[in-house]
């Protein structure tokens, strides 16, 4: 993984995440010590509709961190997807921990 929020980054969150998509997602889990939480805002309008997903990552124990990933869906009238774009931020934290939790849990996926 080069960077937070590059395609390697999110082929590993997909991964992780998949268990709470859907049409009635998760909405709170914990992997390996770190605290999940996802949030759903949605619009639908004549011309379009979005939803957008705010999935938040809380790691308490030292070292701590905080992790925010955010996709977006948007849709024309006839519900076609537009444009889905995403990005990360980590509010707290350093970002050599945060790598360091996902490349251990990028590991453990491949050897299931």
């Known amino acids: 993984m080069r960077k937070i929020g590059d395609a390697s980054f999110f082929r590993i969150v997909d991964r992780l995440l998949v268990s709470g998509t859907g049409r009635t997602p998760t909405v709170r889990w914990s992997i390996d010590g770190v605290h999940w939480q996802r949030e759903r805002h949605s619009y639908a309008g004549a011309s379009h509709g979005f939803t957008i997903e705010v999935t938040t990552g809380i790691r308490a124990a030292k070292p701590g961190w905080t ?38 849990q990028e590991r453990r996926l491949e050897n299931e």
């Open 67 to 104: 992790l925010v990933i955010v996709k977006e869906y948007w849709r024309d009238a006839g519900g076609e997807s537009m444009k889905s774009p995403q990005w990360a931020h980590i509010e707290a934290g350093r970002r050599a921990d945060v790598v360091a939790w996902l490349e251990r």
